[in-house]
Nanobody, 121 residues
Framework: VQLVESGGGLVQAGDSLRLSCAASGSTFSINGVAWYRQAPGKQRELVARIRSGGGSANYADSVKGRFTTSRDNAKNTMYLQMNSLKPEDTAVYYC???????????????WGQGTQVTVSS
């Protein structure tokens, strides 16, 4: 099983980007999903999360009102829509998902490879 990210790039302040994270490789169900980011010299921080069982997403205060996370269960894909980007959003963004693998029924946490988002002022 692997998570493959796409959608990063270089944009100007105020622009938008959408990151995608597709899960593939086995028979599984997706539980909780999350997006993290890590800027140079800083610790990895949680950006957005949708917990197992669905419900509303939670966001870091720094991105509330600008970022939206969603998932398409039919496509086994999760998304992070980022609007009104700021230079301080520059970081490597990682998706993370808890997947239950079948037929064993065991749950594991998987990470995407990371995608660079650079916002110029």
């Amino acid at each position: 099983v692997q998570l493959v990210e796409s959608g990063g790039g270089l944009v100007q302040a105020g622009d938008s980007l959408r990151l995608s994270c597709a899960a593939s490789g086995s028979t599984f169900s997706i539980n909780g999903v999350a997006w993290y980011r890590q800027a140079p010299g800083k610790q990895r921080e949680l950006v957005a999360r949708i917990r197992s069982g669905g419900g509303s997403a939670n966001y870091a205060d720094s991105v509330k009102g600008r970022f939206t996370t969603s998932r398409d269960n039919a496509k086994n894909t999760m998304y992070l829509q980022m609007n009104s980007l700021k230079p301080e959003d520059t970081a490597v963004y990682y998706c993370n998902a808890e997947l239950t693998l079948y037929p064993a029924g065991l749950t594991y946490s998987y990470w995407g490879q990371g995608t660079q988002v650079t916002v110029s002022s």
